[in-house]
């Protein structure tokens, strides 16, 4: 099925036998099931959002080349494995699916429909969500069957850690997918996600990476990771982690609102 075909405005008959159109609501909700269900759909995604980050998992768990600080293996490495799966989520996934959407026309064309561009940006955002729960959920159980015991005092803050990461990312994403070509989005997004994977403070703590680490914890892969980390291995509330993914978040929400082009 298209993303047109699914986006179109939905009727539903009325008491005269008359059609209504959808309410924005139900627009916005038709287009999260889509968008959620194309990046499950989709092989490369999956890779990328579920399989590497279970590989990465599962080597981190069981394997000591890497040196991971002071705890159990399996606690802080957890923590680290699903902050690299919110941002596989919200900023690669999002920002190469939205780049060729843009170089089709698909936005141009969808933000003409009774959705609008406010209820195709709602709409990517719930998927975002969605897919990002599934991973959370998936990953956790992973973690669980190999030993991780998190911290319950720590998953409320985790949770509000996780949301603002999500959101930093997704904001940065769009601003790439809006501003190049999509053949530069993709390259650029895969090698973002392989450096923020090598030294970015996501799986490796900030305090693990030498002198970078001065650097890395004022990157939002640093201050998620260091946050999920805080708070699902000791139960803490990450402040300043919490600050510095509030300062990206709206900074690049600004820069998106300023200069993202809904077409090529």
């Known amino acids: 099925m298209s993303a047109i075909e699914m986006t179109a405005p939905e009727a539903s008959p009325r008491a005269d036998g008359t059609d209504r159109a959808a309410s924005a609501r139900r627009r916005v909700l038709a287009q999260t099931r889509f968008d959620a269900m194309a990046m499950l759909r989709n092989g490369e995604q ?143 997004a895969n090698l973002i996600w392989v450096l923020l994977l090598a030294g970015g403070g996501v799986v490796l703590a900030g305090d693990q990476l030498g002198p970078l680490g001065d650097v890395v914890r004022w990157l939002p892969s640093g201050a998620l990771g260091d946050g999920l980390r805080a708070t699902l291995a000791h139960g803490e509330w990450p402040w300043f982690d919490l600050a510095v993914l509030g300062v990206w978040t709206a900074a690049g929400t600004a820069a998106t609102m300023r200069w993202f082009r809904w077409d090529s």
Do not use: Y
Not at 105 to 129: E, F, K, M
């Open 46 to 188: 999956l890779l990328l959002t579920v399989i590497l980050p279970l590989f990465v998992l599962a080597g981190l768990a069981r394997s000591g080349v890497v040196d991971l600080g002071t705890g159990r293996r399996i606690d802080l490495a957890t923590p680290g494995v699903l902050a690299l799966a919110l941002i596989s989520t919200s900023f690669t996934g999002q920002a190469i699916s939205t780049g060729f959407d843009r170089r089709a026309g698909l936005l141009r064309l969808l933000g003409t429909t009774p959705l609008g561009r406010s209820g195709l940006i709602a709409g990517r955002l719930g998927a975002v969500a969605v897919v990002s729960a599934i991973q959370v959920v998936l990953l956790g159980a992973v973690g669980l069957a190999l030993g991780w015991h998190p911290s319950a005092a720590g998953l409320v803050p985790a949770l509000l850690v996780g949301v603002l990461g999500s959101a930093a990312f997704v904001s940065l994403g769009l601003l790439l997918a809006g501003t190049l070509r999509a053949e530069a989005v993709l390259a650029a």
